[in-house]
């Protein structure tokens, strides 16, 4: 299968890279920026492409890795050119949007699809390496969907299959536990850096319960993985947590209120807590 890519990011550079990796034939970049085509053109020994119409001819998957916002604008632009698309295969690799988006495509026979690494992709160097043990979701219609799975077959990547209606949810869960999870962190780090800590200290001082915490969820779920003063039902830590964090910066309690009140529900999933101290816990939280 012959690969072209639409747009020379971060997201297509790496692609683009790892499937000629992976002996799978790249035959350019089309991009708006020059430097960038012309730098994952090389690393790929590929070409860089000025013309969409060649690109598209001489390609059987077409990625499309633009910015999420321009997907329909390509699309359309694509939808324009004359060409038995019968024998096409066009993807875009967002994953907030489902293939429906491509649907200008698909009228014209093109097998349309979403493919989605679940990747936060930083330089194309270590996400390429990264992507060796990732998995992706994969939601689209049309017959050359099977090829699609042959190419990933192909990368000895996982995939499974995501329905059309699902792919907004999918992807607000991967930003909660990626971005969020970052915010999270940073709320953390600021609180021990008002504690007296720098840093640095702090980020020594949490790594390992971080890296306990995640194994934990992984190897025992989120329930099992639960610590701390809501699964013990320990309302007077409760308390002096939020006497403390009114004194310091509001939006924390904020987040704090939110947080515990989700975890309250964690806890009561399996009955770490009964409803008593639950009920206790959400009057605390509400103040």
């Known amino acids: 299968m012959k690969v ?7 997201v297509g550079t790496a692609m683009g890279c790892y499937f000629h990796k992976k002996g799978i034939q790249i035959v350019g970049y089309y991009s708006r920026s020059f430097p960038p ?20 001819s001489e390609t059987d998957l077409i990625a499309i890795t633009t910015p999420d916002d321009t997907i329909t604008v390509v699309a359309m632009d694509l939808s324009e050119i004359p060409l038995p698309w019968k024998n096409k295969a066009v993807c875009h690799m967002s994953g907030v ?24 992709f930083g330089d194309p160097e270590s996400a390429v390496k990264s992507l060796e043990s990732i998995p992706f979701t994969l939601e689209g219609k049309g017959p050359k969907l099977m090829d699609i799975k042959e190419l990933l077959k192909r990368c000895d990547n996982t995939w499974t299959e995501i329905s059309t209606q699902n792919k907004v949810l999918y992807h607000t869960a991967a930003c909660m536990v990626s971005n969020y999870l970052v915010t999270l962190l940073d709320m953390g780090i600021e609180m021990l850096k008002n504690a007296g800590f720098t840093e640095e200290e702090a980020k020594k001082l949490i790594e ?6 995640v194994d934990n969820v992984m190897n025992i779920g989120t329930v099992k993985a639960l610590t701390g003063p809501i699964s013990r039902g320990d309302t007077g830590t409760i308390e002096k947590h939020i006497i403390k964090l009114q004194e310091y910066y509001k939006p924390w309690l904020e987040v704090y209120k939110v947080m515990g009140i989700q975890t309250v529900e964690l806890a009561r999933r399996e009955r770490r807590i ?10 605390i939280l509400k103040v």
């Open 97 to 120: 949007y489902a293939s429906d988006i491509l649907s200008l495509l698909e009228q014209k026979g093109a097998t349309v699809c979403s493919l989605h690494p679940m990747l936060s």
């Open 4 to 10: 072209g890519f639409i747009g020379a990011g971060k």
């Open 37 to 56: 085509a012309q730098q994952a053109a090389s690393w790929t020994e590929s070409r860089v492409y000025n013309d969409l119409k060649l690109l598209a």
């Open 274 to 283: 009964n409803e008593i101290s639950a009920t206790k816990i959400k009057e």
């Open 208 to 213: 390992p319960l971080i890296r306990k915490t």
